[in-house]
């Protein structure tokens, strides 16, 4: 699942418009890349280290359209 790279859904949300901050993780692994510059897929925020035993702090459903996010849930 990417990471996404905010403190909280709700700044999240005040992004749209704006290019995504994210870590992708599955290519770390040999999956395919999940970020697309249309379409829409799932992340979460790991405030700890990636690679820790971090807390998510939130789900999101994002939705980019032309490399910029559009929608947020």
Known sequence: MMILNYPSKKELKENIGQ???YTETCTDWG???????DGTFCGCN???DYRGTGKREFFAT???QN???SKVS
Do not use: D, W
């Not at 999956?31 to 510059?37: C, L, Q, R």
């Open 31 to 37: 999956f395919p890349a999940e970020f697309m510059t």
């Open 46 to 48: 790991r405030p700890h």
């Open 62 to 64: 994002v939705t980019m």
């Open 67 to 69: 490399s910029l996010i």
């Open 19 to 21: 290019e995504l901050k």
